[in-house]
């Protein structure tokens, strides 16, 4: 079964892409089974699957095509991977 994380930003803010661009990379050398995929805030997933779509950073992660959970927080890149570990299953 196949994960995919996809990260979130708002293309106005470089600082924030750049963020999670780089913590994305981390958490796919942690977990070869995990692709990444950075987003800006018109990626049609972030109003399908969240309430919150104006709240940016968010990480959503993915288990074939359904979504398991996602976050609107900036984490560090520890906290990110356990947050993957404990959602992935």
């Known amino acids: 079964m196949a994960h995919r994380l996809v990260g979130f ?3 106005s803010n470089s600082t924030q892409t750049e963020y999670l661009k780089t913590q994305l ?7 070869e089974d995990v692709t990444t995929e950075l987003v ?3 990626d049609s ?3 399908r699957y969240s309430q919150k779509f104006d709240r940016l950073p968010c990480l959503m992660l993915f288990k ?3 979504k398991q959970a996602h976050i609107h927080a900036k984490l560090s890149n520890a906290n990110a991977i356990d947050w993957v570990r404990s959602h992935k299953g």
């Open 40 to 42: 800006n805030e018109g």
């Open 9 to 11: 930003a708002d293309s």
């Open 25 to 31: 990379e981390t958490i796919s050398n942690e977990f």
């Open 64 to 66: 074939d095509v359904g």
């Open 45 to 47: 997933r972030l109003r």
